[in-house]
């Protein structure tokens, strides 16, 4: 019989590359999202041939009794918003989603024993005082800042999976996610990769938040897709063993790219790959609590999953203006 899965979030960047994914890999998949950073478009081909049935739906709203006859096998929980952008205009809502997302995931999972897998991140990190980040690290964190609806919620989802799996023994697993990009992300989404191709595509000044001195560390989708799908197929019973042999009292790990670059870095790479754009860095002020460097340390999940991201940011770059320039030249549709 197929496999079902069903994705929260999966109308989002991340959450529709991993959708075709399990369609590939012979899933039936559904999603649920409420589209608020997400779009149908980006799975409008799978929704097409069948292969993905969509519920437009907030997750915070879901009851997990209602989806518990459709006997998933596996959950990916994806449904927030991750541009600092849009989770901060609605940062109620984004701490919320964060919470009962997980909540209905969880209760899911142990209503049905599906396999869960969460999306956490490496905000969970704050502005790290160690560097690079590895799993042991407890975070640099604050409670009461812009950016604390999103890292304090994705903190406490952590923690709830933690005791879900502590107190019911359900089969769940957390990826720390380090700055991904690539085709599919909102041409408005305001993260960095995004904003300056856009800005370069379109002549507009690329706008730099602060000196452009701080580091992320970029991860091309696919790579993440990847490191995502050996994380779930592996058996309980090893992961078990793992996080228990390296001290770690759940199941989390780091997926991300390890090559750092400055912002000021990546704005260079990007207008030299574009030099017919007439665009010019231009500096604004630093957000609150923008950390300032950022990389993940990978040792854990290769050892684990015997994997490593393969595309440079070199390359993830160049496919990723071709989706913005295809998209501006209307050859995709616009949003
Ligand atoms: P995205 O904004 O493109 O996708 C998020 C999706 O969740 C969107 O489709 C949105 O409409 C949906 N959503 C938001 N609130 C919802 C709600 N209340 N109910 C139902 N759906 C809701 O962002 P993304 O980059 O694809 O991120 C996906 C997940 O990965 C998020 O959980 C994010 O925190 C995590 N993550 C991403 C990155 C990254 O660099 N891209 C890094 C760390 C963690
Ligand atoms: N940033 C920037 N210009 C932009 C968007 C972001 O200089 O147009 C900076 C931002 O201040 C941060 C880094 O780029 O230091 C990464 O920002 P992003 O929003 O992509 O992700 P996050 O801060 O959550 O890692």
Request: glycine share 6%.
């Amino acid at each position: 019989m197929m496999r079902k899965a069903l994705v929260t979030g999966g109308a989002g960047f991340i959450g529709s590359h991993l959708s075709k994914r399990l369609v590939d890999d012979g899933f039936k998949v559904t999603i649920i999202d409420n589209l608020y950073t997400g779009s149908r478009r980006n799975i409008a081909e799978l929704e097409e041939k069948g292969d993905v049935k969509f519920i437009k739906l907030d997750v915070s709203e879901a009851k997990a009794e209602e989806f518990a006859k459709e006997n998933f096998d596996e959950i990916y929980n994806l449904a927030c918003p991750a541009s600092p952008v849009h989770y901060q205009a609605t940062p109620l809502k984004t701490a919320l989603t964060s919470f009962y997302g997980v909540l209905f995931s969880l209760e899911l999972a142990r209503l049905t024993g599906a396999k869960l897998m969460h999306a956490s991140t490496s905000e969970i990190y704050g502005d790290p005082l160690l560097h690079p980040q590895e799993e042991h690290q407890w975070g640099n964190v604050n409670t009461i800042g812009i950016r604390s609806c999103y890292d304090e919620g994705k903190r406490f989802a952590e923690t709830l999976v933690s005791d879900y799996i502590r107190v019911y023994d359900i089969d769940a697993r957390m990826i720390r996610i380090f700055n991904t990009y690539g085709p599919k992300m909102h041409p408005q989404d305001g993260r960095v990769v995004s904003n300056f191709i856009v800005e370069a595509l379109e002549g507009r000044d690329i706008t730099i938040y602060g000196d452009g001195s701080q580091t992320r560390s970029f991860q091309f989708v696919s790579d993440l897709v990847e490191a995502i799908r050996k994380y779930m197929r592996l058996d309980r019973a090893k992961v078990k063993e793992f996080f228990c042999k390296n001290n770690l009292p759940a199941p989390v790990l780091n997926i991300g790219n390890p090559s750092e670059y400055t912002v000021k870095e990546l704005a260079a790479k990007t207008l030299e790959k574009l030099p017919e754009s007439p665009s010019r860095l231009v500096f604004e002020s630093l957000p609150g609590d923008d950390p300032k460097k950022r990389r993940p340390d990978i040792t854990l999940a290769k050892a684990l999953l015997g994997w490593e991201p393969k595309i440079t940011l070199d390359e993830g770059l160049d496919k990723t203006i071709e989706y913005f320039r295809a998209k501006s030249n209307n050859k995709i549709s616009i949003d």
